[in-house]
């Protein structure tokens, strides 16, 4: 099994989106060792999509996308998962009164549920596919020719190339379902992921053959921090010609609230504007209908609107999607209400490349924009951002991690990254990291963005805030243009390409503080970036400048808050020390990791350690510390406390009933 296999099963099973069971048995289905992700990734779309709605199903496929792309950042770090979990299939008999009969092997039989066995595809119309045909064989052996190819500034990849005709036969042979037409294809599952990441680069030929492309930042797995969980099936539930069984037999999805019906998932929002005739009206009449729709949504905290033709209105509040009692738009309808914010520069934007990336200013704040068309129409999206800048306590931060913070923007000069996935708050902490320094330094500060979505306010420092595309062109040029400046402190976002890390390295020799955001899950997916984005000759010479440069990375996500109707960060935290400096010269980002895992330093700490230190603090629940800790260990600890804090309560209500 592949490693971003293991990792997308983790991911699966730790988002509760199925059990251990219905992992395993459709991966056995499947064929173990032969399953690719891509194909596992479909097969269980497909399973979770049969009998949805389209617009449910298109939901479906997101959140399968974002799954994939976790699974892929796990496999970047080239450790194995924390829990890794192993098929062991046992064969047992039923006698008429469905008492189980061991097979030949008692230790090895299951604890069968007094109401049958576990079959995860019980009424889901999925049937095991047929032995592997010689196409296939042929075709996977293809697949494991691996060639290394390196350009420049591009990261080495592994290319796995296989025929048209083989990839389809590969298709036919392990579909879970009659019809290749039931759902997106396999592209479509990862495109978004390719796009994300690179991909492969240039056009392909028609009778090229189809490829799939990937990072390759490997790096030693970690044994001892993994555990092994062996997952018992019954080998009658993975053969063809087994009897359906009855209801009794059935455990259902373990599915999140993303996947529950379309109207449990309305919100009430008392004072919407009504958007009735919305195609009726003209684009004032539409823009002050926008204003006023962000300004109520704003007020009752939420975080992005999306506005798309052939759908109600949706929002996200605290990480989940919820409808909004509104009607379908149609297509006009979408494309007024869209429109009715932009100006005539980034109308015609949009009309030449059919997409648009912008900020918005509006009365009580600014927001993100992003319009895209689609197959109903036009199709926006809007994140709202925060109307003032909260400090780094505010967000979350505990105390020791908010002096450490501090003390690396106090650095003269120097690297600092901020990372995180999509929707974690980067920008709210940029901004407060800004925010300090223009409070502390009589400075400046310029700001890199793309787009804007924050206004900094001067203080004793200036701030300068310039938009990739509207106020210069790429961000590489800006940079450029920023060293001429004469800045203090320059912060940039999103950064990924290896110009634009150079850059950012030579210009901290230069003497300034650069601080800048990227998409990463982990301090060690942060460092393998920045490294091996380079390539292999050159990759001693960026070590040594990231060793000298790096001051500190922060990386974070949002969980649900103790306190209920509020998020609060939970971080990972590295200062870069004499010992981790000599660790980075050499490139072992593995013992950066088991450094902050085993340090007693404030500022040092891991996403579990953190996890667990603001369970302490009382600013999380114990089920929610529960869900987002990865490693089993710290998890197992955790639950122990939780059992025990349970415990003292009820002696403690005892007693006092007594």
Known sequence: MSLELKWFIYVLIQHEIVTPEFALALLARLGQEDTTLEVYAQQLYNLLADGQPEDEQNRMLQQIQSYVE??????????????????????????????????????????????GVFDPFAGKGAVPPPRPSEKRMEAEAEDESIEYATSTGELSRVRIETAEVATKDVRSDSEVGADSDSGPSVADIMSAFNRKHGGAHGQEKEDAPRTRTRNIARGPATETTRSMKKVKIESRLLNESAKSPGPGDTVPLSLPRFFTDTAKRTMKIDGLPRLDSVDKLNLGEC?????????????????????NAGEPLFVRRFGLISYLDTPKLSGKAAEHLNFALLDNDQKNEFGEKHRLSTSIALRDGRCRCNLRIQIHGISGSYHLAPPYIRNLSELGFLPAAEVSIHKLLDNPSGLIVVAGPAGSGKTTTLAAMVDYLVHKRAGQVVMLESPIEIIQENAKGNVIQREIGRHTGTMSMALRAAMREDPDVVVLSEIYNPSTIEQALRATEDGL?????????????????????????????VRAMISGNLRGVVVQKLIDAAEGDSQTVIYELMTNTPETAAMLVDGRISAVTDLMRNSKRPDMCTLDGNVVAKYHAGHITGEVARKAIHHPDVRIKVEQEIALAEARKLISDWEKKK
């Open 513 to 541: 503080l650069v601080i800048v955001s990227m998409y990463a899950t982990s301090t060690a997916a942060v460092l393998a970036r920045l490294m091996e984005v380079f390539e292999p000759l050159r990759r001693p010479e």
């Open 70 to 115: 976790d699974a892929m950042d796990g496999a970047d770090t080239g450790d194995e998962p924390p829990e890794i979990y192993e098929l062991e299939i046992v064969d047992t008999a039923e006698n008429e009164e469905g008492n189980a009969v061991p097979a030949d092997d008692e230790s090895s039989a299951p604890q069968v549920a007094p109401g």
């Open 287 to 307: 823009a002050l209908l926008m204003t006023d729709l962000v300004a109520v949504l704003r007020h009752n905290k939420i975080s992005d609107l999306y506005v």
